[in-house]
């Protein structure tokens, strides 16, 4: 379950990417499967969400990676390194900072990093910018 340290940086990265770069608001996603109750964690359940998703997904220049949030003493659970293991063919990136502010800023710098590589276009569909471990969507 995310510690409200997670749940507070995510939030503050999501106003700020969103207020900053208005033209691509439909081009990364929250997917922040956090519970509350069995109720609403069956009804999440029901629509598709399952653990070990990363928190972001991020659809940029034709290229899909996943980000995952850790703030201070959070790890990498296993189904969240299953997960990553299982979608080798797409980028993940750990960000993981000592506390809110520090993780926020690191999801700025990677999320600018993500902006300036993947804005080039793709001589190659399948040709990723990232090297391997990526592939375009």
Known sequence: MASNAHNKACQLFATWAHNTHPTIRKKWFLN???TIGAK???LLKSQGLTAGV???TFLLGGV???V???VGKDRVSDKQKAFIE??????????HGKDVEETVE???ALFVRLLEVNTYALHDPSESLFGNGSRAC
């Open 106 to 108: 690191l999801l700025k």
């Open 32 to 34: 922040n499967n956090e």
């Open 54 to 56: 990363p928190d972001y």
């Open 64 to 66: 899909c990676s996943f």
């Open 40 to 42: 609403r964690g069956s």
């Open 86 to 95: 299982q979608n080798k063919d797409f980028k993940t990136h750990v960000v």
């Open 68 to 70: 995952e949030v850790k």
